[in-house]
Each structure stands twice: as structure tokens, then as C-alpha cells.
């Protein structure tokens, strides 16, 4: 039964290929819609790691202060483990670049915090060798010089953050339609090529086997004058 196994064979193949097909769309569209909800985490990180490094020096820096009025006797160590997860912090947030400005991003802000570190560091000196005054105008200079600077500068960060966070977040919605969408393809697309397989089996195979069947239940009950088409080059025109 050559040609029966031939279109047999043809039949499978095709779902075959579409099986194959179907998993590659479904695979291709999960991968990218994942990818886009990756960015968008590590984004959604790289933001906590900036506001991370804000919490930790604004934090750090309230005992210059205190340094320069004498309200803490240990200013300075305790200045110092604040900021101990610090470079911790500023590690992972620059692994989290996406690019060479969010780097250059990074690179900014840490030299801004080591120079807001500095000037706490001469401050604390000072009010260590009881130079009180100096100390206070040191301070009045510092928060216009480097702890102003450094907060408007993450700021502006936190801002393009927020503006960069927008266009991910649009893009992951884009990456959802769109996902919607094929799959919905996929699957109407699916829907049809069964069906259109499945009445080329009925009409090439099927309905010519019933026909035989039929045929043979009929002469075998005594209808002798019962005939069947012998059109056709495959198998079960042979046996009509």
C-alpha cells in the first residue's frame, strides 16, 4: 500500500512540522516576554541600589552634626559603620548597569559620596582637636560644596531611573500584547491546519474506506449488482 503510506506518511510529517513550528512561536515569544520581565527587575533593583547608597551616606552624615555641636562622644566610628555595606552596595548596583551611562552613572555618584566622606572625616578631625569653630564653618561649606552636590545629583538619577523605568515598563506591556497575540495566532493557525489535515485524511482515506466497507456488507447480504467507483490510482481503487 504504497501510495496509502504515502499519504499517511505526508500527513504526519505535516503535523510534524507543525508541532515543530508551534513549540519554536511559543518558545521564541516566552523567551523574549521573559527577557523584557528580566530588565525590568533589574532595573526595579538598580533603583533599590541607588536608593540604597542615598539612605546610607544621608544617614551617616547626620553625625557631623552632632560631631560639630558635641552630641555624640564617637562620631566618627560611628560614621564609619554606617557605611560599611556601602561599597557592598555600590558593587552590585554598577553590576546592574545596562550601559556605559548608567556606569558612568555609578562612577559619579561614588566619587561625589567619597568627597562628602572626606570633608566628614576633616570635620571629625577637627572636633577631635577641640577646633569647634572651624569645624562649624567647615560644615556650613561642605553642605553647600559636596552634600548639596551630592543630592542633587541622585536626584537627577532617581529621576532618570523613573523616566528609564517607564520605557520598560511600556516595552514589558508591548512584549505581553504581543505575546497575546501570537499565541492566539499560533493557536487559530493550529486549529486550522488540523482541520484542514484531518478532511484530507477523511477524503482521501476515510470516506473511500467506508465506501468499501459499505460495499462489501452489500454483496455480502446479497446486493450483487452493488458497484464501486474505480477512479483514483491508489490502493483502495484497486480493491474497488
Do not use: C
Not at 9 to 24: E, F, I, K, T, Y
Not at 121 to 149: D, H, K, R, W, Y
Not at 195 to 220: C, E, H, K, Q, W
Amino acid at each position: 500500500m504504497r501510495l496509502l503510506r504515502r499519504k499517511l506518511s505526508s500527513s504526519l510529517l505535516a503535523l510534524a512540522v507543525l508541532g515543530l513550528l508551534v513549540v519554536g512561536v511559543t518558545g521564541y515569544t516566552v523567551v523574549q516576554w521573559r527577557a523584557t520581565e528580566q530588565t525590568l527587575e533589574r532595573h526595579y533593583v538598580r533603583s533599590l541600589r541607588l536608593q540604597e547608597v542615598r539612605a546610607l551616606i544621608f544617614e551617616a552624615f547626620m553625625e557631623v552634626p552632632d560631631a560639630v555641636i558635641g552630641y555624640d562622644e564617637n562620631p566618627r566610628e560611628e560614621y564609619l559603620q554606617r557605611l560599611e555595606s556601602l561599597e557592598g552596595v555600590f558593587e552590585e548596583w554598577e553590576s546592574l548597569a545596562e550601559d556605559d551611562a548608567e556606569r558612568a552613572e555609578v562612577v559619579e555618584v561614588r566619587a561625589a559620596a567619597d568627597r562628602l566622606t572626606n570633608s566628614a572625616m576633616e570635620i571629625f578631625a577637627l572636633t577631635q582637636s577641640g577646633q569647634g569653630q572651624q569645624a562649624a564653618q567647615l560644615l556650613e561649606n561642605v553642605e553647600q560644596s559636596a552634600f548639596e552636590p551630592f543630592d542633587a545629583l541622585t536626584t537627577a538619577a532617581v529621576l532618570t531611573d523613573r523616566e528609564k523605568r517607564q520605557a520598560i515598563q511600556t516595552d514589558a506591556a508591548a512584549a505581553r500584547r504581543n505575546a497575546t497575540m501570537v499565541l492566539a495566532v499560533s493557536a487559530v493557525g493550529v486549529l486550522s491546519l488540523v482541520l484542514l489535515v484531518g478532511a484530507y485524511l477523511t477524503g482521501s482515506i476515510f470516506a473511500p474506506m467506508r465506501r468499501l466497507r459499505d460495499g462489501l456488507r452489500a454483496v455480502n447480504s446479497g446486493d450483487t449488482p452493488m458497484r464501486l467507483r474505480e477512479d483514483g490510482e491508489d490502493e483502495i481503487a484497486e480493491v474497488n
